[in-house]
């Protein structure tokens, strides 16, 4: 419908424009009732606003291991939606310092993952356990700026304002993860960026590469080609795959570490090999290459525990992996080996171990692995069966816990759901939040478990639309679980949180699921 005016009418319709309020939510200068996620461990607020401008400069010390980068990836990230270049600078022999201090505190209750942030009217001030705790500062130092913070084109108009007061934040686990299956359905560079940045964003910081499955093998073996000429030629529904070449891989690496996330690769064996079958076909027993599958079964395919090539093959993947992969981690898979004799499941996983060992890695695997002799430091990744986590607890190793009926990315959130699975569970959005690693499983504890990692299988997810629909809006509840400690957690604080995120996902142009089981905000602000 158009509104027409008469001349004067609309000369005084004009006049008052500037009067009206605008559509911006309302400031708040109340730091306690900032909507951040994960919950940090406390907040105390002093009812004043700082306001970065144009001129904000981000000081850094030049003493200060790592800082330098925290400083540059906090000024690019503000770039987009501000338009400023924020400055970086160095703090030594500056007097009078005002703008954003980045430095590595001597305070060593705040561990080094933690910070302090401290927010005055004419500073902010984020001081960290080492670099990582900076950049997990400079994250909550971003949600606290206005939602309009993470749009891509800059905000004409938009005041940056912040509400001051402190923040003292650590996390409870140091492994906070997500794994991405990227073999089912390949995902090229750029979207694993963005899904790195979907961790970044929440404090994560393992990202899980699950790099081979029967449907494709995505890393390059410059020793074994035809894993990737041939074995990464397709995936579910006959696509044309793909795969990282080792340098796309270590651009992948160099990139989650700038966000501090640590890459950890799987490759899946001795199971969930047919990529590999039919890349060689030597590594099978007859001696003879099955077809590259494209379907969506489990458990059909095996290694030829035997034979050995099947070990030199592993050895060389490993060496090369090891080789472009700077974290203390290399994951083996080791699940659902249905095809493998159970006699030789064991020697097959103790014999892997030896050779992530030899080249100076340790090896995690999924539950089944718990029933090898497992080495000192081995971790084991709890996904279906309790008893297998307990064993390997009594082994003296450590886990990591992804329940599939809780933690699982790829499970529907309810019949409904236009894509996803549901063996597991539907986890709709409380669902995948109400729960705690600690006591999730009866006899293992706190000490017992390193983290825990949500997981994306990639059966039924083809695009980012598809990873962004399944990914959010649980992804940050994963995050607050690992992060926050459970005495600080409940769902109706995080509700409130989570609902108030939505225009802020919307900014970030995240496709979420809009869950009935979420009052969500009518805006972005409470
Ligand atoms: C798994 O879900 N097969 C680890």
């Given at each position: 419908?158009?509104?027409r005016?008469?001349p004067?009418l609309?000369?005084?319709f004009?006049?008052?424009?500037p009067l009206?309020?605008?559509?911006?939510?309302?400031?708040?200068?109340d730091?306690?009732?900032?909507?951040?996620?994960?919950q940090?461990?406390?907040?105390?607020?002093?009812?004043?606003?700082?306001?970065?401008?144009?001129?904000?400069?981000?000081?850094?010390?030049?003493?200060?291991?790592?800082?330098?980068?925290?400083?540059?990836?906090?000024?690019?990230?503000?770039?987009?939606?501000?338009?400023?270049?924020?400055?970086?600078?160095?703090?030594?022999?500056?007097?009078?310092?005002?703008?954003?201090?980045?430095?590595?505190?001597?305070?060593?209750?705040?561990?080094?993952?933690?910070?302090?942030?401290?927010?005055?009217?004419?500073?902010?001030?984020?001081?960290?356990?080492?670099a990582?705790?900076?950049?997990y500062?400079?994250?909550?130092?971003?949600?606290?700026?206005?939602?309009?913070?993470?749009?891509?084109?800059?905000?004409e108009?938009?005041?940056?304002?912040?509400?001051t007061?402190?923040?003292?934040?650590?996390?409870?686990?140091?492994?906070?993860?997500?794994?991405?299956?990227?073999?089912?359905?390949?995902?090229?560079?750029?979207?694993v960026?963005?899904?790195i940045?979907?961790?970044?964003?929440?404090?994560?910081?393992?990202?899980?590469?699950?790099?081979?499955?029967?449907?494709?093998?995505?890393?390059?073996i410059?020793?074994?080609?035809?894993?990737?000429?041939?074995?990464?030629?397709?995936e579910?529904?006959?696509?044309?795959?793909?795969?990282?070449?080792?340098?796309?891989?270590?651009?992948?690496v160099?990139?989650?570490?700038?966000?501090?996330?640590?890459?950890i690769?799987?490759?899946?064996?001795?199971?969930?090999t047919?990529?590999?079958l039919?890349?060689?076909?030597?590594?099978?027993c007859?001696?003879?290459?099955p077809?590259l599958?494209?379907?969506?079964?489990?458990?059909?395919?095996?290694?030829?525990?035997?034979k050995?090539?099947?070990?030199?093959?592993?050895?060389?993947?490993?060496r090369?992996?090891a080789?472009?992969?700077?974290?203390?981690?290399?994951?083996?898979?080791?699940?659902?080996?249905?095809?493998?004799?159970?006699?030789?499941?064991?020697?097959f996983?103790?014999?892997v171990?030896?050779?992530?060992?030899?080249?100076?890695?340790?090896?995690?695997?999924?539950d089944?692995?718990?029933?090898?002799?497992?080495?000192?430091?081995?971790?084991v990744?709890?996904?279906?069966?309790?008893d297998?986590?307990?064993m390997?607890?009594?082994k003296?190793?450590?886990?990591?816990?992804?329940?599939?009926?809780?933690?699982y990315?790829?499970?529907?959130?309810?019949?409904?759901?236009?894509?996803?699975?549901?063996?597991?569970a539907?986890?709709?959005v409380?669902?995948?939040?109400?729960?705690?690693?600690?006591?999730?499983?009866?006899?293992i504890?706190?000490?017992?478990?390193?983290?825990?990692?949500c997981?994306?299988?990639?059966?039924?997810?083809?695009?980012?639309?598809d990873?962004?629909?399944l990914?959010?809006?649980r992804?940050p509840?994963?995050?607050?679980?690992?992060?926050?400690?459970?005495?600080?957690?409940?769902?109706?604080?995080?509700?409130?949180?989570?609902?108030?995120?939505a225009s802020?996902?919307?900014?970030?142009?995240?496709?979420?699921?809009r869950?009935p089981?979420?009052?969500?905000?009518?805006?972005g602000?409470?």
């Amino acid at each position: 419908m158009q509104i027409r005016l008469s001349p004067l009418l609309s000369i005084t319709f004009l006049a008052i424009l500037p009067l009206m309020p605008s559509c911006e939510p309302p400031v708040t200068t109340d730091l306690t009732k900032s909507t951040l996620i994960p919950q940090p461990a406390s907040v105390t607020a002093s009812g004043g606003t700082f306001v970065m401008n144009a001129d904000t400069k981000i000081y850094v010390s030049d003493s200060d291991e790592g800082t330098d980068a925290v400083a540059s990836y906090l000024s690019q990230l503000l770039s987009p939606a501000t338009g400023y270049a924020l400055e970086v600078s160095s703090s030594e022999g500056v007097n009078e310092l005002s703008g954003i201090l980045l430095e590595v505190s001597d305070d060593a209750t705040l561990g080094k993952e933690g910070y302090e942030l401290t927010i005055t009217e004419g500073m902010v001030k984020i001081a960290g356990g080492s670099a990582a705790g900076i950049f997990y500062g400079a994250q909550t130092l971003r949600q606290l700026l206005p939602d309009a913070i993470e749009a891509s084109v800059t905000q004409e108009g938009q005041t940056w304002s912040i509400p001051t007061g402190t923040i003292r934040d650590m996390p409870v686990y140091g492994y906070r993860g997500a794994m991405l299956d990227v073999a089912r359905h390949f995902f090229d560079v750029n979207e694993v960026k963005r899904f790195i940045d979907f961790l970044a964003a929440y404090k994560m910081n393992v990202l899980h590469l699950h790099l081979s499955d029967d449907q494709g093998w995505r890393i390059e073996i410059k020793s074994w080609p035809l894993l990737t000429e041939h074995g990464g030629q397709t995936e579910v529904g006959g696509g044309k795959g793909g795969f990282y070449t080792q340098e796309q891989y270590k651009e992948l690496v160099a990139y989650a570490a700038e966000r501090q996330i640590l890459v950890i690769p799987e490759i899946d064996v001795p199971g969930h090999t047919n990529a590999a079958l039919a890349s060689y076909p030597a590594l099978n027993c007859d001696g003879r290459a099955p077809e590259l599958y494209t379907g969506t079964e489990v458990g059909f395919s095996t290694l030829c525990t035997d034979k050995k090539v099947t070990y030199e093959f592993l050895n060389d993947v490993v060496r090369e992996l090891a080789e472009i992969t700077p974290g203390p981690y290399l994951h083996i898979g080791g699940d659902e080996s249905h095809a493998t004799k159970s006699e030789d499941y064991l020697p097959f996983v103790n014999q892997v171990q030896g050779i992530v060992k030899a080249h100076g890695k340790t090896m995690i695997g999924w539950d089944e692995t718990a029933q090898a002799d497992l080495s000192e430091g081995s971790v084991v990744q709890l996904w279906h069966n309790a008893d297998f986590a307990k064993m390997a607890v009594q082994k003296g190793a450590k886990l990591i816990m992804s329940p599939a009926n809780k933690a699982y990315l790829d499970m529907q959130y309810d019949s409904t759901s236009r894509i996803g699975l549901h063996w597991a569970a539907y986890i709709e959005v409380p669902d995948g939040y109400n729960w705690d690693p600690a006591t999730i499983v009866p006899g293992i504890g706190r000490e017992d478990i390193i983290g825990m990692e949500c997981a994306l299988w990639s059966e039924t997810v083809t695009d980012m639309a598809d990873i962004e629909y399944l990914t959010f809006p649980r992804l940050p509840g994963y995050a607050e679980i690992a992060w926050s400690a459970s005495s600080l957690r409940n769902w109706e604080s995080y509700e409130k949180r989570l609902s108030a995120h939505a225009s802020r996902m919307e900014s970030m142009g995240i496709g979420f699921y809009r869950s009935p089981k979420v009052a969500w905000a009518a805006s972005g602000k409470e």
